[in-house]
């Protein structure tokens, strides 16, 4: 069935950037929201940032504007998270989060609204 693989994460000094990628496989349905949820600690899961399935809508967290890109490469059913200029603060466990025929602003703001997610890579921001 669907399967979240994430992969890219790792130790990056303040200022320095990471490409997260999550391979998605096991759905034929195209009607989608996709994207990353990241944990950290003692905190509330949040919502980094989520693209539709025909790439016309996407979702960034006001903590993330400006520093991230997301993006999807539909032939490898591979989905992006560019991270740049990264904060000891974006130190969390980020996990790629699916959910059928929702919006990116609902999938990326409501945890429940997710059908799927995977288990997480982490990515760790040193000062």
């Known amino acids: 069935e669907v399967q979240l693989v994430e992969s890219g994460g790792g130790l990056v000094q303040a200022g320095g950037s990471l490409r997260l990628s999550c391979a998605a496989s096991?759905?034929?349905?195209?009607?989608?929201?996709i994207g990353w949820f990241r944990q950290a600690p003692g905190k509330e899961r949040e919502g980094v940032s989520c693209?539709?399935?025909?790439?016309?809508?996407?979702y960034y967290a006001d903590s993330v504007q400006g520093r991230v890109t997301i993006s999807s490469d539909h032939a490898k059913n591979t989905v992006y998270l560019q991270m740049n200029s990264l904060k000891p603060e974006d130190t969390a466990v980020y996990y790629c989060?699916?959910?059928?025929?929702?919006?990116?602003?609902?999938?990326?703001?409501?945890?429940?609204?997710?059908?799927?997610w995977g288990q997480g890579t982490q990515v760790t921001v040193s000062s």
């Open positions: 989060v699916l959910g059928r025929r929702r919006s990116v602003w609902r999938l990326c703001t409501v945890v429940s609204e997710y059908d799927w």
């Open positions: 096991g759905f034929t349905f195209d009607d989608y929201a």
């Open positions: 693209i539709s399935s025909d790439d016309e809508d996407t």
